[in-house]
């Protein structure tokens, strides 16, 4: 090992003691059992159920306080003390209120406090004490720390222990400490969070999932299509561009670009003001009681139009320069009669209705107008300079890739792209061909690429970004091509149809699936996919455990859109030392909700896999990092203290 590297970490572990020390706290590390991983994915901007999920761990917060207080205390009172763990703040204000006298409130910190203590010791039993540490409020440490480290000798100490506690409550700290302490329980009981693509788009508040995510303890990010159009807006696709603002104003969602990224709308309003009216197949999809307004409803409906159009002009552009895109099929615009309001795809005419094509010319119908670019380049300007999106896209590149390979598992938000015949999809970039694993990796290649340089706007990498989003062999589409055209002008729902990548069938097939990770290099026996993107129809009795367990996909539907059409809201993974297990959860509809009656959301646990043996540090990716640490030790041990 290289004598300098060697050197400098000396300076770390200046004494002979502290090399020691250091490994044996690792080894000890990688004979504790494996720490709990949770898998999200398909969040689409439901930052409320998202929260909740998290903040009960998909039903571990719970679980553990059965565990310990069953016998001890009633449902309803487990339910209770679940909400304050969850909502701390909340249920602390709330039951405030409902106490008569200050000895009643006492007697409440005084028994919370202790049940809070028993149960983040449970939690953490398979946790270092270091890493407790880390967990604990931070103004805390010393505090808890004597609380929690009782000796067996329990009569001896119990009057020093309440007189602490009493402390605690005279000097008014005893919100902040159960508040902090139940931070350290949902801390606790997951490890690392998986988030299996598409963050953004649909639902209100993608912006907060960031935000919580960026605060995470330990999370990666494995990207889904939505994502990456968000990733290829601020690096310089024009066309990417369009797409985000058009699905927010389609959502009724353009506060998360003009007052939450700070993009300004007027050029756009101004332009679709100038040319569009109102058009029922551009009005908001979502609308609640009070958003929007009917004026606000009007001009939504105009931008919505006005840069519908312009994404479809520039997608012409794109497929025109990337010959194999191989998406002649999607030039629409140069396809429409439109003097007869008639388009021929497929080699079948459809009527177009609800046209709103003023600003197409018939004979260059890809030009944008004067007016349109001006328009584009200030929302990209607007976009590249947003500070906030700056932050957020920076995070979801640094925690994020199009797929991971996690202790033997597979993670990917879409498919691998094949044929009927179960081969790797083969395509041709720029006279280079690849598949299935190569392939992936090119395509996060250019994805980087396209990040590293916003300035380029029509270059390869930037196109691919786009591609990503829409490509036939993109792994996060997985579908023929996207029907966006089709749903606002033609009425025949078959033209809507998105005919799925065979992927999608022969991903139940338990041969195909092991054949997949073999390409990964993966261990058939032991790993699994891990698939987001496609709501699971629950409703209609499809099963999100396919080919004898190798292949797992949770979009059950966070998003409040697809819920009718799955049946549940989501699905969540848990993967801890005993095994897999798959949760199905039921609709959450506020977090009020939860503090008024006490009821959790209600989840349907499923066991994917049970591991024969407890499952250790020692057999996983953390695992296999601690021993390259032990080795380095060991070197500067030999190099430095033992000669
Ligand atoms: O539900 P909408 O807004 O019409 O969006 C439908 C579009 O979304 C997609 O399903 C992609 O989004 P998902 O990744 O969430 O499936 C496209 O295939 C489809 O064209
Ligand atoms: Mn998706």
């Known amino acids: 090992m290289n004598s300098k590297y060697l050197d400098l970490l000396a300076q770390k572990y200046d004494s002979e003691e502290k090399v020691v020390t250091e490994i044996i706290n690792l080894k000890a590390i990688l004979n504790l059992p494996k720490g709990t991983e949770h898998f999200v994915s398909d969040l689409h901007g439901e930052y409320q159920a998202f929260q909740h999920v998290l903040r009960n761990g998909s039903g571990k917060v719970k679980e553990k306080i059965a565990d310990l207080f069953e016998e001890e205390l009633s449902a309803e009172e487990m339910n209770e003390f679940a909400t304050l763990v969850y909502y701390p703040e909340e249920k602390i204000k709330l039951i405030k209120n409902a106490f008569d006298n200050d000895q009643e409130l006492e007697h409440w910190y005084i028994q919370m406090i202790d049940r809070m203590l028993k149960l983040i010791s449970y939690a953490s039993s398979k946790y270092t004490r270091s890493k407790l540490r880390k967990a604990l409020p931070d103004p805390f440490v010393y505090v808890v720390e004597e609380l929690l480290y009782k000796t067996e000798d329990f009569t001896n100490k119990e009057p020093y222990y309440n007189k602490i506690v009493q402390q605690i409550i005279s000097l008014g700290q005893a919100d902040k400490l159960i508040i902090g302490l139940s931070y350290t329980t949902q801390r606790l009981v997951v490890d690392h969070l998986h988030v299996v693509g598409d963050i953004y788009d649909r639902g209100p508040e993608p912006d907060k999932i960031m935000e919580t995510l960026i605060n995470y303890h330990s999370v990666d990010i494995q990207w889904g299509n939505h994502d990456v159009l968000w990733i290829g807006a601020f690096a310089g696709s024009k066309v990417c561009l369009a797409n985000i603002i058009r699905i927010c104003a389609r959502y009724n969602n353009l506060e998360i670009i003009e007052d939450v990224y700070g993009i300004n709308l007027r050029p756009l309003l101004n332009l679709a003001e100038k040319y569009y009216e109102d058009n029922p197949a551009f009005r908001p999809k979502i609308e609640t009681e009070d958003k929007p307004s009917a004026l606000e409803r009007e001009q939504i409906t105009k931008i919505h139009q006005a840069i519908a159009i312009i994404q479809f002009k520039l997608e012409s552009s794109i497929i025109k320069r990337r010959p194999y895109f191989n998406m002649s099929e999607r030039l629409l615009l140069e396809k429409m009669d439109q003097d007869n309001h008639k388009i021929t795809i497929h080699g079948k005419t459809y009527p177009l209705e609800n046209t709103s094509f003023q600003a197409v010319d018939p004979?260059?119908?890809?030009?944008?107008?004067?007016?349109?670019?001006?328009?584009?380049?200030?929302?990209?300007?607007?976009?590249?300079?947003?500070?906030?999106?700056?932050?957020?896209?920076?995070?979801?590149?640094?925690?994020?890739?199009?797929?991971?390979?996690?202790?033997?598992?597979?993670?990917?938000?879409?498919?691998?792209?094949?044929?009927?015949?179960?081969?790797?999809?083969?395509?041709?970039?720029?006279?280079?061909?690849?598949?299935?694993?190569?392939?992936?990796?090119?395509?996060?290649?250019?994805?980087?690429?396209?990040?590293?340089?916003?300035?380029?706007?029509?270059?390869?990498?930037?196109?691919?970004?786009?591609?990503?989003?829409?490509?036939?062999?993109?792994?996060?589409?997985?579908?023929?091509?996207?029907?966006?055209?089709?749903?606002?002008?033609?009425?025949?729902?078959?033209?809507?149809?998105?005919?799925?990548?065979?992927?999608?069938?022969?991903?139940?097939?338990?041969?195909?699936?092991?054949?997949?990770?073999?390409?990964?290099?993966?261990?058939?026996?032991?790993?699994?996919?891990?698939?987001?993107?496609?709501?699971?129809?629950?409703?209609?009795?499809?099963?999100?455990?396919?080919?004898?367990?190798?292949?797992?996909?949770?979009?059950?539907?966070?998003?409040?859109?697809?819920?009718?059409?799955?049946?549940?809201?989501?699905?969540?993974?848990?993967?801890?030392?005993?095994?897999?297990?798959?949760?199905?959860?039921?609709?959450?509809?506020?977090?009020?909700e939860v503090l008024r009656n006490g009821a959790d959301v209600l989840s349907v646990k499923r066991l994917v896999d049970k591991e024969l043996e407890r499952k250790k540090v020692l057999e996983t990716n953390v695992g296999e990092e601690l021993l390259q640490e032990i080795y380095i030790l060991n070197s500067l041990m030999e190099y430095r203290y033992m000669k």
């Open 363 to 592: 004979d260059a119908p890809d030009q944008l107008l004067e007016e349109e670019e001006q328009v584009i380049e200030k929302l990209l300007f607007s976009v590249q300079h947003s500070e906030k999106l700056a932050r957020h896209m920076k995070f979801l590149m640094k925690k994020g890739s199009l797929y991971l390979k996690y202790n033997g598992n597979l993670l990917i938000h879409g498919c691998i792209p094949l044929d009927e015949e179960g081969n790797m999809e083969k395509m041709t970039i720029e006279n280079k061909t690849y598949a299935g694993r190569e392939l992936l990796d090119i395509f996060e290649h250019y994805l980087r690429q396209a990040f590293a340089h916003p300035e380029e706007t029509d270059d390869l990498a930037t196109d691919m970004v786009w591609y990503l989003w829409t490509g036939e062999y993109s792994s996060l589409f997985g579908k023929r091509e996207m029907t966006t055209f089709e749903r606002y002008f033609i009425s025949d729902k078959e033209t809507h149809k998105e005919r799925k990548n065979p992927y999608y069938h022969l991903r139940e097939n338990e041969e195909m699936c092991r054949r997949i990770l073999e390409e990964f290099d993966l261990n058939p026996d032991q790993g699994h996919i891990i698939n987001g993107h496609t709501p699971i129809k629950e409703i209609d009795g499809e099963n999100p455990i396919k080919a004898n367990g190798k292949m797992i996909v949770i979009d059950g539907g966070f998003s409040k859109a697809y819920q009718s059409t799955t049946g549940i809201a989501g699905y969540t993974l848990l993967f801890n030392s005993y095994g897999m297990q798959l949760v199905a959860h039921k609709q959450f509809n506020s977090k009020e």
